[in-house]
């Protein structure tokens, strides 16, 4: 197997930084803006942004149901923030026109942690990681109810805020921030997994 090429969905957010972390991760990162350049990456990253500004651009650059496809046939997959939101099945606190790709499992309460001003860090207690990891919230959701197959893997307030499914990770904090890899390393050895 040669080298894996993770994306980025590159429309909003934090795509510069996670490209950074993907790099550093030992793996080739690009940004994903098109349905074909879905065809090219071994596992994506939806970045942290604005959910809903996300899927409207996911909708304008046609690449919305690909990913929706791309997602239910497996292709391995890490929400961030609104990436999150964006995986979630089911949204509370959504807009009116709130889309998601689905494919997590999961309900998630949009800006739980409430407003901007609202944002925070904290160290959690991540399971498999031998030492806690300092999580960066900025108008963050969380998850209100998981499914049977859905895995905690860290919880803040006594709400999930990383979780996994299979081939599919979110976390509702900002790893790419931080300069700790563990999270993107996580998903390098998931997608590598998946392979």
Known sequence: MGKLTIGVLALQGDVREHLHM?????????GVRRAEELTQVDGLILPGGESTTIAKLARIFDVFEPLQ??????????????GMILLADRVLDGTADQETFGGLDVTVRRNAFGRQVDSFET???????DQSF???????????EVGPDVEVLASAN?????????AVMATSFHPEVTGDPRFHQLFVDLVKAAG
């Open 158 to 166: 006594d709400h999930p805020v990383a979780v996994r499914a299979g």
């Open 134 to 144: 300092h999580a960066i919230f900025i108008r963050a959701p969380w998850v209100e």
């Open 123 to 129: 160290d959690l207690d991540v399971d498999g990681f």
């Open 22 to 30: 993907l790099e550093s991760a030992g793996v080739h990162a690009r």
């Open 69 to 82: 496809s791309a997602i239910a046939g497996g292709l391995p997959i890490y929400g961030t923030c609104a």
